[in-house]
């Protein structure tokens, strides 16, 4: 079975634009999660999805962060007026249920490496 | 303290040495414990998960000290391929919490 696709693999964009990242689950994963790595540092959680309601964003850095999922599924993370700070990998994550108490392991996609000039 | 704070290394070990690393955590209520591998440029992924009795996958060797709230990692017969960033990670309310990570260089 397919694993977590993220895509695109790569985007540079231009301080000031609006970026589209895109996640697709590994199917029958109800909870999905966003992160954000900067070079050589740990990764930064972002947000959470259990289906398609986002009940943790506490790590949304600013309100030109946002994230939707449909259909329980496919999830876009949107930042808008990109500014240089952004520039990171940005990973997506999936796994069977919520990873809290239950402790069910998360996948990683690919991430999507983000460049903002 | 912070959540999951791990010693960043990085450790520099001969090929064929015995490696070990240790990761402490803040939330006592927290249940599940994971090892993360992560490849430079890559995606961490699942190295094994740690359970209270301890637990061993090939030449891995996971424990958990609840009462200390810290784990290990012992990585026996180290090879170049051992070579990458060890994240401890530890389960939360809604999510899971990594530690920045322990790099390990494995050399010839």
């Not at chain 2, 599940?32 to 490849?39: A, G, K, L, M, V």
């Amino acid at each position: 079975g397919a694993g977590v696709s993220q895509s695109p693999s790569n985007k540079v964009t231009e301080k000031g634009k609006d970026v589209e990242l895109r996640c697709d689950p590994i199917s029958g994963h109800t909870a999905l999660y966003w992160y954000r790595q900067s070079l050589g540092q740990g990764l930064e959680f972002l947000i959470y999805f259990q289906g398609n309601s986002a009940p943790d964003k506490s790590g949304l850095p600013s309100d030109r962060f946002s994230a939707e999922r449909t259909g329980g599924s496919v999830s876009t993370l949107t930042i808008q007026r990109t500014q240089q700070e952004d520039s990171a990998v940005y990973l997506c994550a999936s796994s069977l249920a919520a990873s809290g108490r239950s402790g069910n392991i998360q996948y990683f996609g690919a991430g999507t490496r983000l460049s903002v000039l | 303290r912070k959540e999951v704070e791990q010693d960043p290394g990085p450790f520099n070990v001969p090929e064929g040495a015995t490696v070990a690393f240790n990761c402490t955590y803040s939330n006592s209520a927290s249940q599940s414990f994971f090892w993360y591998r992560q490849d430079c440029r890559k995606e961490p992924k699942l190295l094994m998960s740690v359970y209270s009795s301890g637990n061993e996958d090939g030449r891995f060797t996971a424990q958990l000290n609840r009462a200390s709230q810290y784990i290990s990692l012992l990585i026996r017969d180290s090879k170049l391929s051992d070579s990458a960033t060890y994240l401890c990670v530890v389960s939360g309310y809604s999510t899971l919490t990594f530690g920045k990570g322990t790099m390990l260089l494995v050399s010839p």
